[in-house]
Each structure stands twice: as structure tokens, then as C-alpha cells.
């Protein structure tokens, strides 16, 4: 299993970004993809969580109302769409993935814990 997140950048507060996850080598159809962000010495957390069969998801509170989460189960590609960008979302946001039944269904808590495959980061810098 592969992850490829994509799609950071430098942007001013207020502005928009949408990252991109491209997984491949997932042959299952059970499986949750989780966007995660660690900031400089914080804790990785769970931004938002989506189980790419039923498309339910999950949002921490501090990203509520401004990030979505969707997916192209074709391209098997997750993008989070991130709006009205503060300086507090600066972080590397990381893609990962959870496969399985048991797994995608514990993995909607979305704790970093429950993923086991992880794509590099990608850095976003909300700076004026």
C-alpha cells in the first residue's frame, strides 16, 4: 500500500487549499482514509477521517465548517478541501489509511493509532 498526499503550500489566512491522497496497492473495499497534521512540537491529530465505501466522515472540532472531505473511489483518491485557512492550521498533514471491516470501523474515531499505513507529509503554512 502506497500514499501519495499532495497539493500543500504557502497561503495567506482566509485563503483555500485542497490536499490530495492517491493510494494505491488497496485491493480491498473496506477501508477508511485519514487526514492527520503535526505541527511543530504538538502531538500528529486526526483533521478528518472518511470511510471510502459509505462516505461517512469525521471532523475535529477545530476544523469543523471549513474542511470537507471527499473521495473518488475510481481514482482511489481522497482530497480535503480546506477553507478559510487560519495560522494555527499550519502543519505537515499527513495521509494514512486503514483497511479491513473492523479496522475501517475502529479508524472512524480517527486517531492516529488506527492507521497502519501512513504517505509522506506535505506542509501548509498559513502566514500573512
Known amino acids: 500500500v502506497q500514499l501519495q498526499a499532495s497539493g500543500g503550500g504557502l497561503v495567506q489566512p482566509g485563503d483555500s487549499l485542497r490536499l490530495s491522497c492517491a493510494a494505491s496497492g488497496i485491493t480491498l473495499h473496506y477501508y477508511a482514509i485519514g487526514w492527520f497534521r503535526q505541527a511543530p512540537g504538538k502531538e500528529r491529530e486526526g483533521v478528518s477521517c472518511i470511510d471510502v465505501r459509505d462516505a461517512s466522515t469525521y471532523f475535529a472540532d477545530s476544523v469543523k465548517g471549513r474542511f470537507t472531505i471527499s473521495r473518488d473511489n475510481a481514482k482511489k483518491t481522497v482530497y480535503l478541501q480546506m477553507n478559510r485557512l487560519k495560522p494555527e492550521d499550519t502543519a505537515v498533514y499527513y495521509c494514512?489509511?486503514?483497511?479491513?471491516?473492523?479496522?475501517?470501523?475502529?479508524?472512524?474515531?480517527?486517531?492516529?493509532?488506527?492507521?497502519?499505513?501512513w504517505g509522506q507529509g506535505t506542509e501548509v503554512t498559513v502566514s500573512s
Open positions: 494514512a489509511a486503514a483497511l479491513g471491516v473492523m479496522a475501517t470501523q475502529q479508524a472512524m474515531g480517527c486517531h492516529p493509532n488506527d492507521y497502519d499505513y
